[in-house]
């Protein structure tokens, strides 16, 4: 992944965070046809070694895991997505100005790689459904869980399914928050994104806190 000195983002907790709250991987490995990628929900033990270990399931019926069972050597590549925004350069007061500006976009991203091991363990994988469902589930006022389905009805679901697990070798963020224009450029942003874009309160925390606008 290209990154500039000033949008890399190095600290494990924050790395964590954004993985924890956009669980959705983007799983890509390398077949003999070229690259595969599926999107697939994660849970993250971050202390199971330095840097963590990610654990899913996919169907049986997804190839890519006989693809990584065949090449136990070639690494993989997890692409956790957070928030983004479009910046349009009428936020920005250079533009009034010089005018010498352009588009751009902004966004959080995490980059995992490690080596994956294909589980098939009937005890594995309901601990994995259920630890999944549990961390989704939770916050809600009442949640479900997966003993709330008859067990042979599980039991069937779970014959359908295989485990992975990721030795997580490097882990590499960038927060690309408008950190890199002016002072003024910055509150621009924050207050473009706050008056004209939905949704976006999750970047106007970003661009604030990378951009020292904090409290202002």
């Known amino acids: 992944m290209y990154e500039p000195p000033h949008f890399q983002e190095t600290r494990p907790d924050v790395l964590h965070g954004l993985i924890r709250a956009h669980p959705l991987g983007m799983l890509i490995s390398n077949g003999p046809d070229g690259p595969e990628a599926n999107a697939i929900p ?88 259920g630890d ?31 485990g992975l697990e990721i030795e997580i070798s490097e882990i590499h963020g960038k927060w690309k928050v408008s950190q890199n224009r002016p002072v003024a450029d910055r509150a621009g942003v924050a207050q473009g994104l706050e008056s004209e874009v939905a949704n976006s309160s999750d970047m106007v925390k970003l661009v604030r806190s990378y951009g020292g606008l904090d409290g202002k």
Request: glycine share 6%; no cysteine; charged share 20%.
């Open 42 to 129: 994660f849970l993250l033990d971050a202390a199971a070694m330095p840097n963590g270990r990610l654990r899913a399931h996919m169907a049986k019926a997804n190839p890519q895991w006989k693809l990584i069972a065949e090449n136990p050597l070639s690494p993989v590549l997890v692409v956790f997505q957070g928030t983004d925004a479009y910046v349009t350069p009428s936020w920005y007061e250079t533009k009034r100005e010089t005018g010498k500006v352009v588009p751009t976009w902004n966004y959080a991203i995490v980059q995992v790689r490690g080596s994956a091991k294909v589980i098939d363990d009937q005890e594995w994988l309901a601990q994995q459904i």
């Open 132 to 162: 999944l469902t549990a961390s989704q589930e939770g916050p809600r006022a009442a949640p479900w869980a997966v003993t709330d389905a008859p067990a042979p009805f599980i039991q069937s679901q779970i014959k359908g399914i295989i």
